[in-house]
C-alpha cells in the first residue's frame, strides 16, 4: 500500500520507476467507503478501483494484437519493436487518454512505400487525434503522410 486517506482527501506517492523501458508500468488506485451506518442499519459500503497507465508507451505492450510480431530490436526502445506488420493486421492497446498529448511519433522500415493509417477512437462528441506527419526509414520508403 503506497498510502491511506480518509474524508474527501486522499494523497499518494508513486515513488520513482526502477525498471527499464521493456517494463510494462501502471498503477491501480483503489478507493473503499464505508460510512458509519444509522441505528438499526447496516453502514453504506462503496468501491472503485482506476488504472493510471504512463503517457510513454511502447507499441509492444499491447491488449490485443492480430498479425504483427513482437521482435528483437538493438535500436528499439526497450530492445523490442513490432515487425513483420502487413496490410489489414492490427495492435490494439489499452484505452489511452489523449489529453495533453502532443504528438504520437512512429517510425517505420519497410522495403517499398505503404500506407500507414493510424486510428485513435473516442467516445461520441469527443475529439480524435489527427496523425498529420510520420516517419519512415529504409530502402525504397516514400515519406509522404
Known amino acids: 500500500m503506497l498510502g491511506r486517506g480518509t474524508g474527501c482527501g486522499f494523497t499518494f506517492n508513486t515513488g520513482e520507476i526502477h525498471s527499464g523501458l521493456d517494463a510494462r508500468q501502471f498503477y491501480v488506485v483503489r478507493a473503499t467507503y464505508t460510512d458509519r451506518g444509522a441505528t438499526g442499519s447496516v453502514p453504506l459500503t462503496g468501491e472503485t478501483s ?13 491488449d490485443q494484437l492480430s498479425g504483427p510480431q513482437v521482435i528483437t530490436a ?20 489499452h484505452a489511452v487518454s489523449l489529453q495533453g498529448v502532443t504528438g504520437v511519433p512512429v517510425t517505420g522500415a ?7 493509417y493510424i486510428v485513435f477512437t473516442g467516445a461520441a462528441g469527443q475529439a480524435i487525434l489527427d496523425l498529420d506527419s510520420y516517419t519512415f526509414t529504409g530502402p525504397g520508403v516514400n515519406p509522404t503522410g
Open 110 to 116: 519497410v522495403a517499398t512505400a505503404r500506407p500507414l
Open 50 to 62: 482506476l488504472t493510471l497507465w504512463p503517457k510513454h508507451w511502447q507499441a509492444e505492450h499491447f
Open 74 to 93: 538493438a535500436g528499439a526502445e526497450g530492445g523490442k519493436r513490432l515487425g513483420g506488420i502487413q496490410t489489414g493486421e492490427w495492435v490494439r492497446h
